[in-house]
């Protein structure tokens, strides 16, 4: 690795560092605005708590004041304040509660998007203009055309309550079945037209007739030489897709009731616990903005055609 | 022929002479020239695809405009409740094309009542024009937040393009940053709060009427979603103020707003139109998703995602009222996107190969 590169992704890393802090900035001066404050909200709540929480989070303190205790609050104990509904609850123990599931879902999402995604992608390009392909591309569309809250619902609606094949409930190993397909589909979609397009792009290339004059086999050449360069335009779905799957993960858990962090983030909304919803944004945009900075960095590291500004 | 003075004012009576048939032919147009317009459109009006999208969408739209007008039910009447009586239970959640106890006995004696063609909802209204007018409420949505983006993003892309320098830096540095942001998660934070500081503010004003939550909505997407059409029109502007025709212009004392108005923009906007033609179906679906979520429009106005909201809770006993917005959201957006994907490859001379 030589100096160029470490300076990108130092610089990187300091823009993603960057947006951290603006996204909590917007959250803490946002969440301000409500009348009575986001721990207070426009709830009754006992005195002894009032007084407890102004002690603890400096509320009578000048706005500014307040907004360096929660900056450090959060980057020194990772602090979002107690929950207001959840009585007795620290608003991290609730998101690392849900996030526990939320990441098994997600990943195995992420994976069934992406080894179907690339295999269908790459069937489709190598039967272009065939029946096959013509079936993927429609598909596809489709689903990319959903929104996965309706995709969500009408699976719901056919596999769990018209069939009854799986459990509608998410809160067990069976239930997680419908979740993982419903937040999958999207990217798999995507990541397919993706990979059918560049796969495309590449076997056009002379190294592939190279490799063909050379003697070397078909698959061999599929998976040495064509796939691997495909791939690269999808590491930087990489990013977004994980935005997909967390923001997509607020429905579906909703829908089929995953005790996940998208529910609760949900909950908090409508029931409107301001701690909560300020931690969960802070968090999932945290973890969004580091998936995209992997992804950056991964897809320079990959191909060294890319060039360093 | 006379030899003639090259000096000399004489006319040729040869230049006279009038035109011949072979001449007058020549200058006859054997094909009508076309316009850059008439050309996309030719083209578009062969591509099957986006013609079927565009006849659905042109039927969605006047449905759901002109239907609510001639419906004999409205959006919000409980058919259950007339002043004077106790509530009539037997008015809540009927099935499609099944009628209320008192409509029976009006039935009976020889009247004819209009149907419910998808029944009525747990609170007895008409689900039809409730699906019907949550349609309109998306559409309207989709299509004004569009123009809000459209509006916002022109006039910030052309100013940085077209000024560059520092100005172009700090909008450039400030699109950056709105880039960077996970765009969802702030949406919901900023609608979740301005829905609660805007509801006091808003009573007694004309807005008060549209509904605080699809104003706040408006105002999200007018600060997050404009960065993506500003880039693009600075894109746009950036490579076509290099061009001739912009420097004859400011070579004959042309001023900015003028290049701006009558070259710069003209020239980019068919990228421009169906940009924004394909952001009508993101902001229905961005709205279908904060409906879904509890964040859209004020009830008991509907909208397509508040309404397959609600049909989760009865999805054992009244799956149709799921189906029948699900069905219509996705219908609209993909049809959207077809046309807008037909738009692009009429209208883009970039292209066009």
Excluded: C
Aim: charged content about 15%; cysteine-free; hydrophobic content about 50%.
């Amino acid at each position: 690795m030589n100096s160029k590169t470490l300076f990108y992704i130092l610089k990187r890393v300091v823009l993603a560092f960057v947006t951290v802090l603006i996204v909590i900035t917007i959250t803490f001066f946002a969440m301000h605005a409500i009348p009575g404050g986001p721990f207070l909200g426009e709830k009754a709540v006992s005195p002894a708590v009032i007084e407890a929480l102004e002690a603890k989070y400096g509320l009578d303190k000048p706005l500014l004041e307040q907004y360096l205790t929660y900056l450090r609050g959060i980057f020194l104990d990772f602090d979002f304040g107690p929950s207001l509904k959840q009585r007795g609850m620290m608003v991290i123990d609730i998101i690392m509660d849900g996030l526990k599931t939320s990441i098994r879902l997600g990943v195995i999402a992420a994976g069934i998007a992406l080894f179907f995604g690339l295999t269908l992608g790459s069937i489709a390009s190598l039967r272009r203009n065939t029946t096959i392909d013509r079936a993927i591309m429609v598909v596809t569309t489709a689903f990319v055309s959903m929104p996965s809250f309706i995709m969500g619902s009408l699976l719901l609606l056919i596999f769990a309550v018209q069939l009854a094949i799986v459990p509608a409930n998410g809160s067990t190993g069976a239930g997680l079945i419908l979740p993982v397909i419903t937040l999958s589909l999207y990217p798999m979609a995507y990541i397919t037209r993706l990979t059918r397009s560049s796969m495309l792009d590449v076997l056009g290339q002379d190294y592939i007739r190279t490799a063909r004059a050379k003697g070397v086999s078909r698959s061999e050449i599929i998976r040495g030489h064509a796939l691997k360069n495909a791939i690269i335009p999808v590491i930087t779905y990489f990013g977004p897709m994980l935005a997909y799957i967390v923001t997509g993960s607020l429905v579906v858990e909703r829908i089929f009731a995953v005790p996940g962090i998208g529910r609760s983030f949900a909950n908090s909304i409508t029931g409107r616990d301001y701690p909560l919803v300020m931690g969960t944004t802070i968090v999932l945009s945290t973890l969004i903005v580091l998936m995209n900075l992997l992804g950056d960095i991964m897809y320079k590291l990959v191909d060294p055609r890319i060039s360093f500004e | 022929m006379m030899k003639k003075n090259p000096l000399s004012l004489q006319v040729d009576l040869d230049d006279f002479i009038p035109a011949t048939k072979e001449d007058k032919e020549y200058m006859v147009q054997m094909r009508a020239s076309s316009t850059f317009f008439r050309d996309g459109a030719r083209r578009l009006s062969r591509n099957k695809v986006a013609m079927f999208s565009l006849i659905v969408i042109v039927l969605i739209t006047l449905s759901s405009i002109f239907l609510p007008m001639f419906w004999p039910y409205s959006y919000e009447q409980q058919l259950g409740v007339q002043s004077g009586k106790r509530v009539d239970p037997s008015y809540n959640n009927l099935a499609p094309f099944e009628y209320g106890s008192t409509e029976q006995e009006r039935m009976d004696a020889g009247e004819s009542i209009f149907p419910h063609i998808f029944g009525t909802d747990s609170a007895g209204r008409d689900y039809f024009i409730r699906v019907i007018y949550g349609t309109r409420i998306s559409l309207a949505v989709g299509f004004f937040a569009s123009i809000i983006v459209l509006m916002i993003g022109l006039v910030v892309g052309s100013v940085a393009g077209y000024f560059g320098g520092k100005v172009d830096l700090i909008i450039m540095r400030i699109v950056d940053i709105i880039y960077s942001l996970p765009d969802t998660l702030m949406v919901i934070l900023l609608a979740s709060i301005l829905r609660v500081t805007l509801g006091d503010r808003l009573e007694g004003t004309a807005l008060e009427s549209i509904g605080s939550n699809i104003i706040s909505l408006f105002i999200v997407f007018a600060l997050l979603y404009w960065v993506s059409m500003a880039r693009l029109v600075r894109g746009q502007i950036l490579s076509l103020r290099e061009e001739e025709y912009v420097l004859s212009a400011r070579a004959t004392g042309a001023k900015g707003p003028w290049i701006i108005r009558k070259h710069l923009l003209p020239n980019s906007i068919s990228v421009i139109i169906i940009s924004t033609a394909l952001q009508i179906p993101s902001a229905i679906f961005t709205e279908s998703y904060l409906s879904f979520l509890g964040l859209g429009v004020n009830a008991p106005m509907p909208s397509l995602g508040s309404l397959a909201s609600d049909a989760l809770n009865g999805i054992n006993s009244y799956s149709y009222r799921l189906v029948v917005p699900a069905v219509s959201i996705s219908l609209i957006v993909l049809s959207l996107n077809l046309l807008g994907d037909g738009l692009r490859d009429a209208f883009d001379p970039k292209l066009n190969n």
